[in-house]
């Protein structure tokens, strides 16, 4: 059998003159005659946006000891919480927490607590790990701190690292700094899983001690002050980081609910990280704010909650499908400045295999045929949304469907009763306006179509899909895996559990004197060596 180590990392190191990036693991020579399966690897998967006009350091360069960053409003800072993941104030995870192995901005991973790793059977993953890192509460850091994470994830129903950790049948623990993750089935994404951003390492010691507060203790390079909803959140720099420590030593998120507060503050100079307002371009411009733009993988969509008799109707899913217009969508709410949903499964665009399906026009008297042959009866429907954006899009859908004959509205609720709410097997809700997160991957779909995944809001259960998702996650990249997933995508297409809407264009704002930080297109962006330059 082959014996596939990851190298991905050393390969970079040679072609960037990057020392940081070695030691990740090749191919080795066949060993006996069954081979494993073969791995090709995406340089693209995962990887970063291009940031320009990011100004210049020099070994003389003086930076600035707070960084402001402005984002919304949230319940909870705990990632183990089924709300935190729908909060803007994500970013905090790759700051408070280190992953198992880094995914890095050219694509692909590299070494971050796990030193090496390699497979012979994409089930059993080996790791190598770093002796040096302790929790930042002077706990250190050893192979058993991986069991101990991976049991406080899976104690935490509706945690989104739950839904990466299910895999996992146990740990086996080699020594101090080794051990064997034993999946519970072949896996071949699973390193991806291993550089997730939601599954950092956190202290189970830590948890045990402050059910409240412990999940905010991890080995990151910046550590948890204070979180007041309605105010901020405060993390100060770990100046017993084991890597490279961040440049300034304090980082606040600050709360501003309303958006002209948060642009008059940009624009003063209060705020030093915000998200850019598309029709103020010129007055950023003359305020020395940048504005980054880039298309995010997450993708808007509805969903019907199958376990609800109505939704799980195929004709009143249809009916509603035919009130879709997905384009004005995007008109109303973002002036065009999105990308329009161009198939009629549900895909991230920027992922793998992505079938392309013919988007079903808007049809009234479609939708009305539909409606005449479906269960319906008059009934009321809530249309659920949290995020601003999300009840933009309800608000639009809604009004559509009153056009067909379909009595509905938007409830808008918050993050944390979504999150509560729709939990797998919760009958709470009809359909649902959310957006998700998706990476180039194929198997990213797992995340919503999976049975028992935390983003699978559409309660879907589909006997084909859940065995064509176990087929995928051990089939190696190529044809045979791009037919798997092209399949899943017209089963999705046939019977309507998810409709696409669109992907948001995202405008980053920053103050021209600030840069380092790694933007990634599923908007878990990287802030741990952010930094502003102090005019000397």
Wanted: with cysteine; net charge negative.
């Amino acid at each position: 059998m082959k014996n596939f180590t990851k190298i991905l990392s050393m390969l970079l190191a040679i072609v960037l003159c990057v020392a940081l990036f070695a030691g990740c693991g090749a191919k080795e020579e066949e060993e006996a005659s069954t081979p494993a399966p073969a791995v090709t690897v995406n340089p693209d998967d995962d990887g970063g946006v291009a940031i320009e006009n990011v100004p210049e350091v020099t070994e003389n360069t003086v930076y600035a000891d707070e960084l402001i960053y402005c984002g919304s409003d949230f319940s909870t800072p705990s990632p183990l919480n089924p709300a935190f993941v729908a909060s803007q104030i994500t970013i905090i995870m790759p700051m408070l927490y280190d992953s198992l192995l880094d995914r890095l901005p050219e694509g692909g991973y590299g070494p971050r607590l796990a030193t090496s790793w390699d497979t012979e059977d994409y089930q059993t993953w080996h790791l190598t790990l770093r002796d040096d890192v302790d929790f930042h509460n002077g706990e250190h850091f050893t192979a058993q701190s991986i069991a101990d994470c991976i049991e406080v994830a899976m104690n935490a129903p509706g945690a989104i690292s739950a839904s990466k950790w299910m895999e996992v049948d146990h740990v086996e623990i080699l020594g101090d700094y080794e051990c064997n993750i034993v999946l519970k089935r072949v896996l071949i994404d699973f390193d991806n899983y291993m550089a997730d951003p939601m599954t950092g390492m956190m202290s189970k010691k830590a948890v045990e001690a402050d059910p409240d507060l412990g999940m905010m203790v991890g080995t990151g390079s910046w550590v948890f002050k204070e979180a007041i909803s309605g105010s901020h959140i405060t993390l100060v720099r770990n100046d017993n980081y084991w890597g490279e420590p961040a440049l300034a030593k304090v980082f606040t998120i600050k709360v501003v609910t309303e958006t002209t507060a948060r642009d008059i503050m940009f624009q003063n100079g209060e705020l030093d990280f915000a998200g850019a307002n598309q029709d103020l371009l010129a007055d950023y411009e003359a305020a020395g704010i940048v504005v980054d733009r880039y298309v995010m993988s997450n993708t808007n969509y509805v969903c019907f909650n199958l376990n609800d008799p109505l939704m799980a109707d195929i004709n009143f899913r249809k009916a509603v499908l035919y009130t879709m217009d997905r384009q004005e969508i995007v008109d109303v709410y973002f002036q065009g400045n999105a990308h329009t949903w161009d198939t009629n499964s549900y895909w991230g665009s920027r992922t793998d295999y992505k079938l392309e399906i013919p988007v079903i026009p808007q049809d009234f008297d479609k939708a009305k045929e539909f409606l005449a042959q479906s269960a319906y009866a008059g009934e009321h429907i809530m249309i659920w949304a949290a995020m601003p954006q999300t009840i933009g899009f309800a608000t639009v859908i809604a009004e559509n469907m009153l056009k067909a004959g379909i009595d509905c509205e938007v409830f808008q609720t918050d993050n944390a009763n979504l999150g509560a709410s729709t939990l797998w097997g919760s009958t709470n809700y009809q359909m649902l306006v959310n957006s998700g997160p998706w990476s180039a991957l194929g198997s990213s779909c797992n995340l919503f179509f999976k049975a028992g995944a935390m983003a699978n809001k559409a309660q879907w259960n589909d006997p084909r899909v859940q065995e064509l998702i176990d087929k995928a996650d051990t089939t190696p990249n190529g044809p045979e895996r791009e037919a798997i997933y092209k399949e899943i995508q017209q089963i999705c297409a046939d019977e309507i559990p998810y409709i696409g809407l669109n992907n948001m264009q995202m405008l980053m704002g920053r103050q021209g004197n600030c840069g380092g930080m790694i933007y990634f297109t599923d908007n878990y962006h990287d802030y741990s060596h952010a930094f502003k330059i102090v005019e000397e």
